[in-house]
């Protein structure tokens, strides 16, 4: 007799036991397992509201990657994707470069989970989240791959995390310490709830919505496909923390908001430059700001408080730097494009327009920036990229390490801290906080300017993209027009 | 050589310079006054602040106390 799916399930997903040789501290150690150490007892009620087995979900699967590849036989081809407006595929440049292999070091972090989790229902979730991010890193991989024989900023989909560029350095040493470094308790807690719940299952949301407003099928299907993963097994993040909440409320309020703010800043780069910038005008639905305030204010801070938890204590800091913190990595990005792989765009009057009245409190500081570099744009004429660009080493967050562009830019909140001997540079309080709270961890990483003052890197900038950060001309960014804008008038 | 974080004032980011002990803080605004000049343009009448003190602009450097990794800002002069 073959017993129906929900009479066997539960025994299959609960398959813990009673240790006759060894003790359970020996099975999960602590210092692999994580923090509060916990006997099962404490574990056991951990429940998934999405239970699978391995045959449904070896079956969806498979039925999502033949949409994704039917898709792609469709609309996948290089002549599809040269239909697409190049300013909008700045942001799929920019998105496929900083997903798939932070999504194969995703892998690795849900493994120790379907080891060393401590209950059998969360490690059977966390080897369904291994097999998905193994998904989520070829995907990008295949399709891109395709394009780089067209365009050879695509290659940087599997260059990036490889590279000595300097958003490579921030995103590895988000993403080392996030996915590599984590034991499954904080990884559960930074990842599956901060991470996925917080930001990137919302986002994959908007950005196919922004991908199908410009037309782009192919994008839209990948993030749309990758969503559906991140929200199934997004759900280990809150029974995980509802138990150390239990235990050790405040651990676990203090992985919160250490890993809230240490995405958020990349977060900010990669969706707030896709929604504010790369997309062209037309087609933006909402700005940066208000999908944040809808998704992920309401929603967090709702979370939170489901689980007995405060909002993060820099709140107010975080709640203000939605309205300025990606401008200004914008603008200091734009004007130092070449250190990047993929090409920006100059807002114009309509641009600015938009952006004026989505961010009323703090454009009048931002807008002054655009009409300098426009003005440069006139006075130099299309092509002279080097004439609108910086030439002199710009300063690195010591946490963060991306440029130093916190507060607003009458207000840059960047502080020198001292610390065993060193210097280092904070470009907000919450990153001076994280890394007072664990100096050991972090203090040993260098930045970028760290590097060129040790001799590792070299000074000159031409010299610090070609031999350090691995860019060349045909592939280190530039102006999406090359300045060359019908709405800029010529003298 | 001192490296100094500069930020001008309505600028988005900092930058690094390099300055010799005997350049005077003069010649450090004016250097950062063109490095942050794609973003902002240069104002004629600058100061410059570090540790909270509106620096000397005939003073050096070394003289003006500004060690590696100080940070200093450059602010308009108030007309």
């Known amino acids: ?491 | 050589m001192i490296p100094l974080y500069g930020f001008v004032a309505g600028d988005a980011l900092g930058v690094v310079v390099l300055m010799q002990d005997h350049e005077t803080v003069a010649d450090l605004a004016l250097r950062l006054q063109h490095a942050a000049a794609v973003r902002v343009a240069p104002r004629p009448r600058v100061s410059v602040v570090a540790h909270g003190v509106t620096l000397d602009r005939d003073a050096t450097i070394k003289g003006a106390g500004l060690v590696a990794l100080d940070r200093v800002d450059v602010v308009p002069e108030a007309p």
């Open chain 1, 1 to 491: 007799m073959v017993l129906a799916r929900d009479e066997w399930l539960d025994l299959a997903r609960k398959l813990d036991w009673t240790y006759a040789y060894v003790t359970e501290a020996e099975v999960f150690p602590e210092v692999v397992a994580g923090r509060p150490w916990l006997p099962h007892a404490a574990w056991q009620g951990f429940r998934e509201p999405y239970r699978t087995t391995y045959a449904d979900y070896v079956t969806n699967q498979h039925g999502k990657e033949l949409a994704v590849h039917a898709v792609r036989a469709a609309v996948g081809k290089i002549e599809d994707f040269q239909r697409l407006d190049p300013q909008w595929l700045s942001a799929v440049k920019l998105h496929a470069a900083t997903l798939p292999l932070a999504e194969f070091a995703a892998v690795i972090g849900n493994l120790r989970a379907a080891r060393f989790g401590r209950d059998s229902a969360w490690r059977t979730t966390a080897l369904f989240g291994a097999l998905d991010e193994l998904r989520h890193t070829q995907i990008p991989l295949l399709l891109m791959h395709e394009l780089v024989r067209w365009d050879r900023q695509f290659d940087w989909t599997h260059r990036f995390y490889h590279s000595n560029d300097w958003v490579a350095i921030a995103a590895r040493h988000l993403m080392d310490e996030l996915l590599l470094a984590s034991d499954p308790i904080e990884f559960a807690i930074a990842t599956n709830f901060v991470f996925e719940t917080g930001f990137t299952n919302l986002q994959f949301v908007g950005l196919s919505a922004l991908a199908r407003g410009v037309g782009d099928r192919m994008f839209e299907t990948m993030v749309k496909s990758i969503q559906t993963d991140e929200a199934r097994h997004a759900q280990i993040g809150p029974a995980v923390l509802a138990t150390v909440v239990a235990h050790d409320k405040a651990y676990a309020q203090r992985l919160v908001d250490k890993w809230f703010w240490r995405q958020w800043h990349l977060f900010a780069v990669v969706t707030g430059f896709a929604m504010d910038y790369l997309t062209p005008v037309a087609h933006r639905k909402t700005s940066f700001k208000e999908f944040m305030t809808e998704w992920v204010l309401d929603q967090f801070a709702r979370s939170l408080a489901e689980l007995g938890l405060e909002r993060p204590w820099y709140w107010d800091e975080f709640v203000a730097s939605i309205d300025c913190y990606h401008h200004m990595v914008y603008a200091a990005a734009y004007s130092y494009r070449a250190t990047v792989w993929f090409d920006l765009a100059l807002p114009g009057p309509d641009d600015r327009a938009w952006l004026r009245d989505k961010y009323p409190a703090t454009w009048d500081e931002l807008d002054p920036i655009w009409t300098r570099i426009t003005e440069r744009w006139r006075t130099g004429g299309p092509d002279l990229e080097w004439y609108v660009h910086g030439t002199t080493p710009v300063g690195f967050c010591s946490l963060c390490q991306l440029v130093l562009c916190g507060g607003t830019p009458a207000h840059n909140t960047a502080r020198v801290v001292d610390h065993a001997g060193r210097r280092y540079i904070f470009c907000s309080e919450p990153c001076a906080w994280i890394f007072a709270q664990d100096p050991g961890r972090y203090g040993a990483h260098k930045d970028v300017i760290r590097r060129i003052l040790d001799g590792e890197a070299p000074a000159n900038l031409l010299e610090l993209l070609r031999t350090y950060f691995g860019l060349q001309p045909e592939s280190w960014g530039k102006d999406v027009a090359r300045g060359r804008y019908g709405w800029l008038e010529r003298p």
